[in-house]
C-alpha cells in the first residue's frame, strides 16, 4: 500500500455532528484561560456564519451529490489556534474514490466537447461567487489553517486569480499548421484535454493549492477528483459549492478525503484517470510518480524547497530586510518557497542580522483572527517539534540564537519567530525544509560562494537575490539551478508566470500559459492525397 502521510488519523464513528463539537468546546471553556475562551468564542462565531451562509459543508462531493463515507466513519477538523475540533469530515477510502472517478469519467464525456466559450463562462462565474464570498472563505482558511485573516483574504484573492486566469486561458488553446514535406499532405497539430485529472493538495494553501489545478484543469476540458488534506478540508468544499452553484456539471469537479494510502492507491490503480497533479513533499511526491508508472499517467509535481536568499554588500538594506521578512515569515514559514537559509555576505553580515532582529521582534503573534497579528500557529505539534529538532542540532554546532528559539507563551503550536546567526551549510537546518518560523543565517565572502552554497541542494524550487547591481543579478539569476528567482521581491507568486521547480522540486509548471499545457495532450494528424480532386 502506498503511503502518503506519516500523520495520524483520528477515527470516529457516526456521520459529522457540529453540535456534539460544540457542545465540546462550551464544555472546555471553564478549564481554558481568558484569551483561550476569547479565541474560541470568535471561532465558534465565524462557525455559525459559515454554517448559515451554506458554506461549511462536511461531506464529500460524488457526482454531483455530497456524500459522508460509505462505512460512516469520520475524522475531526481541528482549529490550530485553540486545538478544538471544528467539524467531523468523512474518512473515504478507495471505494468512494473509484466512483468519484466514475463520475469524472463519465461527466468527461460532455465536459471535454463543450465549446472553449461555454467552459470559460462557467469558470468566471465560479470566479465571481469566490471573490463575492472572499470574507467567509478567508475566515474558514483562518479557522482550519491558522494563518493570520489578512493572509488569508489575500489568498482567496491569488487562488481565484486561477480561475479567473483560466476562464481566460479557455479561449486560448491554439493547434498548429505544420508545413508539409510532400506537396500533396497537411499536416496539423490538436491540442486535446488529457482526461480525468487527480489532484492531491496540501494543507498550507487550502484555497490556492486547488484552484491553481482544478482551475487549467476544467478549462482545458478535464474533469478532476480532488483530494485535499485532511487537516485542512473544509476550505475545498467550500469551493466545490460554489462550484456547484455556479452551473458547473455534476461530476466535473469531485472531493474525496479522508484515508490517504487508500485514496492515492485508487487514483494511480484507475486507468480512467490520466493524470496526477500533487503539492507536497518530496518523499510522497516520489512514492506516486512510482506508482503513476503502472498505469503511465501524466504527472505534475510540486515538491519540497530549499531556498537561498542572498544578500549582497550592494543591497539596499531596508528593501533587504523587508523583502527577506515576507519570504521567511509568511504563512509562519510553512510555504515551499520561503526562504529557508538566508545568505548574507560577510561586509554587511552583523548589520543585516541586527536589522532583521529589529524587523521580526515586531511582529505580533496570536490567533488569525486577531488585530494586528501576523503569525498564527504552526499546523500541529510534529510540525514544532521538527522546529525544534532543528534549533537544537543548529545550536549544538556552534549557531545562536540572537531572537526567539523558544514556544511562544501563548502554548499549542504557537512558536516565537526566530533569528539564528553563525549557521553552517552542513547544519540540518540548511539541508532540510524548516516549515516554519526560523531565519538561520550563512555567511559568504564572494559571488560565487554564495552560488555554489545555494545550489548545494537536491531541492530547487524557490530562490532570492537582493542586490543593486543590475548585471549581478542577472549573471546570478541564470547561475541558480531553481525554478523560481525573485530579484528585491521576497513575494513572487502570480497567476500569470509558471510556478515550479527543477531538480528534487517536481515537474512541471502551474500558472501561466505554460500552466495549461500540463492538461493537455498533443494530437498530431496528417492528411494525404489532398491534390487529388
Known sequence: MLVFAAKSIRLANGSCNLIACTSHLLSMQASTPPLSRQISMVSRNVTSQLTSAGLLRTQGLIGGKWVDAYDGKTIKVYNPATGEPIADIPCMGG???????????????????????????????????????KEELAQLITLEQGKPLKESIAEVNYGAAFIEFSAEEAKRVYGDIIPP???????????QPVGVVGAITPWNFPLAMITRKVGPALACGCTAVVKPSELTPLTALAAAELSIEAGIPAGVLNVVMGNAPDIGDALLASTQVRKITFTGSTAVGKKLMAGAAGTVKKVSLELGGNAPCIIFDDADLDVAVNGTVAAKFRNSGQTCVCANRILVQEGIYEKFANALVNAVQKMKVGDGFSEGVVQGPLINEAAVKKVESLIQDATSQGAKVILGGQRHSLGLTFYEPTVITDVKNEMRISREEVFGPVAPILRFKTEEEAIRIANDTNAGLGSYIFTNSVQRSWRVAEALEYGLVGVNEGVISTEVAPFGGVKQSGLGREGSKYGMDEYLEIKYVCLGNMNKE
Open 181 to 191: 514535406p510532400l506537396s500533396d499532405r497537411r499536416i496539423f497539430v490538436l491540442k
Open 95 to 133: 471505494n468512494e474514490t473509484n466512483d468519484a472517478i466514475s463520475s469524472a469519467y463519465d461527466a468527461y464525456r460532455s465536459w471535454s466537447k463543450t465549446t472553449a466559450s461555454e467552459r470559460s463562462k462557467l469558470l468566471r462565474k465560479w470566479y465571481d461567487l469566490l471573490m463575492a464570498h
